[in-house]
């Protein structure tokens, strides 16, 4: 398997840089069956689940995400920033661009990589329109390593447009009132909660968030995974609703495109999701 920046040439010639919904366009149901007969599928799946499955079993989760030293360089994050925007799309962004948000909290947000997409996306449509207000944007995660990270890497090109990062435990209560943030956004957390964990972080987002709600998820089994085929589940018992969803794969199915698929993962479904209050 190569390592992830050895895979960068091929990622840069990925259509998202042209058309940010490009992943959506391409994708189709067939995929998800048509996949397996891919040898480069099978091998990816197959060492992926095995390093995965040997991982858990030696790794306290727990003192993993909050205590492990994950510093990245800026190229490597650049990297990943890259290659997830295949897949983390702006599905309904144009919201956080609305007169009615002034405040968008990023809960879970790792090391800033979605925060900084976001910021892009929110300074180009500015610049684009002509427009534009004070927009404020919280990242908060449980791993002061990977905040480290945000705080290193995440700028803005538009004084209007300001962030900050914070550590905290998603699964109890932030210190911020009822509906504080006009709209949240998060991405790769679900899937890795189990049910009440996964709960409380669901709560905990509804509370803090008054408008609408963007997530981005693994659907797709896979050891130490918690993948859900429908987050209503977690959003309809704390009042919001799914208005959106679309599904597509981790990276492009077309090998005009993606001349080697499967070079680091196999081929995921994932989800992109827009919730809005009942």
């Known amino acids: 398997m190569a390592l992830d920046i050895d895979y960068k040439p091929v990622v840069e010639k990925w259509p ?12 189709r149901k067939w995929h ?17 689940y095995n390093q995965r499955a040997e991982w858990i079993g030696k790794t306290d989760f727990e003192d993993y995400f909050e205590n ?8 490597k994050w650049e990297y990943l920033r890259l290659r997830k925007s295949w897949y983390q799309m702006p599905l309904n962004w144009e919201k ?9 909290l990023d809960l879970g947000c790792g090391d800033g990589d979605l925060t900084q997409t976001l910021v892009d996306f929110i300074c180009n449509e500015f610049k684009r329109t002509g427009k534009g207000h004070k927009i404020h ?3 908060s995660d449980l791993s002061p390593s990977r905040i480290g990270n945000a705080q290193k890497h995440v700028t803005s090109t538009d004084d209007r447009v300001t962030m900050e990062f914070q ?3 998603a699964t109890k209560p932030l210190p911020f009132d009822d509906k504080h943030f006009d709209y949240s956004l998060n991405s790769g957390v679900f899937e890795i909660l189990a049910d009440e964990s996964a709960d409380k972080f669901a709560g905990e987002l509804c509370r803090l968030t008054k408008y609408g709600i963007y997530t981005e998820d693994l ?16 959003f309809n018992p704390h009042g919001f609703k799914v208005t959106r969803k679309a599904e597509v794969l981790t990276e492009p199915w077309s090998t005009k495109i993606n001349p080697k698929p499967c070079g680091i993962w196999p081929m995921l479904l994932d989800q992109n999701v827009w919730c809005e209050p009942q």
């Not at 998202?16 to 994708?27: H, R, V």
């Not at 599928?41 to 197959?46: E, I, L, T, V």
């Not at 956080?96 to 968008?104: N, P, R, S």
């Open 16 to 27: 998202m840089t042209k058309d940010p919904l490009a992943a959506i366009k391409e994708f």
């Open 32 to 48: 998800l069956w048509l996949r397996w007969l891919r040898p480069a599928h099978r091998k990816a799946s197959k060492y992926y």
């Open 68 to 75: 492990a030293d994950r510093s990245i360089n800026k190229e």
């Open 96 to 104: 956080f661009c609305g007169e009615d948000c002034t405040t968008i």
């Open 137 to 139: 944007i919280v990242g």
């Open 167 to 169: 550590v905290d435990d």
């Open 219 to 234: 659907a797709d089994e896979y050891p130490g995974g918690f993948p859900r085929q429908d987050l209503n589940c977690l």
